[in-house]
T-cell receptor, first 115, second 110 residues
Framework: KAGVTQTPRYLIKTRGQQVTLSCSPISGHRSVSWYQQTPGQGLQFLFEYFSETQRNKGNFPGRFSGRQFSNSRSEMNVSTLELGDSALYLC??????????????FGSGTQLSVL | GEDVEQSLFLSVREGDSSVINCTYTDSSSTYLYWYKQEPGAGLQLLTYIFSNMDMKQDQRLTVLLNKKDKHLSLRIADTQTGDSAIYFCAESDYGQNFVFGPGTRLSVLP
């Protein structure tokens, strides 16, 4: 069974641009979560999608948005990029999210550098 | 809100045992997890423990849970250089609202 796939692996953008990151969950998984990882702040939760609906949201500005498609694939978008958005963006999938023995499975991440 | 704390660094000699500690605040945590992150990679689930257990062993890994003190530890026996990585402790409340610790960077010295 293929794992969580994130594309692209690396991205370099300049301030003010926008970026879209993609995540394909493990087959059969319907919940997709996004995290931002930086050396200073650690892992911070962005949002979680289930059945094409945003179910949970972290404390990030509205420039960060996401969506989920009917095949459970998810995208996140960051508009008007700032230098502080440079980070490793991790996607994680789980079966349904919210089940008592739920486990998160992570992709390798997209390393975004904003110049 | 919920919080998970870990020491940031640990160095051990190859062949020794490593013990990585974690404390959490959410008393309603049902599952606690250990993840491993190698350089340039995502997080890999190592093991997890249900909150009504106090120990779980999986090959070289032993997880100990003290629910009263909200303390979780991961022991790696016979630590190898390939174990060098960042280890994250995490807790969830019935599979929702995962909260991760800051990670402990384990360095294994030859």
């Amino acid at each position: 069974k293929a794992g969580v796939t994130q594309t692209p692996r690396y991205l370099i953008k300049t301030r003010g641009q926008q970026v879209t990151l993609s995540c394909s969950p493990i087959s059969g998984h319907r919940s997709v979560s996004w995290y931002q990882q930086t050396p200073g702040q650690g892992l911070q939760f962005l949002f979680e999608y289930f059945s094409e609906t945003q179910r949970n949201k972290g404390n990030f500005p509205g420039r960060f948005s996401g969506r989920q498609f009917s095949n459970s694939r998810s995208e996140m978008n960051v508009s008007t990029l700032e230098l502080g958005d440079s980070a490793l963006y991790l996607c994680a999938s789980s079966l349904v999210g919210g089940a008592s023995n739920e486990k998160l499975f992570f992709g390798s991440g997209t390393q975004l550098s904003v110049l | 809100g919920e919080d998970v704390e870990q020491s940031l660094f640990l160095s051990v000699r190859e062949g020794d045992s490593s013990v990585i500690n974690c404390t959490y605040t959410d008393s309603s945590s049902t599952y606690l997890y250990w993840y491993k992150q190698e350089p340039g990679a995502g997080l890999q689930l190592l093991t997890y423990i249900f909150s009504n257990m106090d120990m779980k062993q999986d090959q070289r890994l032993t997880v100990l849970l003290n629910k009263k003190d909200k303390h979780l530890s991961l022991r790696i026996a016979d630590t190898q250089t390939g174990d060098s990585a960042i280890y994250f402790c995490a807790e969830s409340d019935y599979g929702q609202n995962f909260v991760f610790g800051p990670g402990t960077r384990l360095s294994v010295l030859p």
